[in-house]
């Protein structure tokens, strides 16, 4: 919250550089727990599927990354496709484990 007004870490630069080492790292902790190195999927399709693109080039994490969309986006403005979406998701998620 700034000025009583939600903004995402990606909403102001100053944010964003404060947490970058902090976002890399634990990127780096969960990719050496789950083994998933060469695939990540994306919460979201705009501005957090960039910064992650940007986290990616910078520091190689990921062979590929896909994005899907947010879910407060579906039942925002999506919510009678709810049901397409889960199987998206389930679909995504399927072929990283599988």
């Keep these: 919250m700034k000025d ?3 903004i995402n ?3 102001r630069v ?4 404060f947490l970058e080492p902090y976002m890399v790292k ?3 902790q969960q990719i ?3 083994g998933l190195r060469q695939h990540a999927l994306c919460m979201g399709m705009g501005q957090n599927f960039k910064y992650l693109q940007y986290l990616n080039k910078k520091y190689h994490l990921f062979a ?3 994005a899907l969309p947010h879910p407060r986006w579906i039942m925002q403005y999506r919510l ?3 049901a397409e979406f889960i199987r998206e998701y389930v679909r995504k998620i399927g ?3 599988g």
């Design 4 to 6: 009583g007004i939600n």
């Design 14 to 17: 100053e944010l964003r550089n």
């Design 9 to 11: 870490y990606y909403d």
């Design 32 to 34: 050496e727990m789950g």
């Design 80 to 82: 009678k496709r709810k």
């Design 26 to 28: 634990y990127m780096r």
């Design 95 to 97: 072929e990283l484990v």
């Design 64 to 66: 590929k990354i896909e």
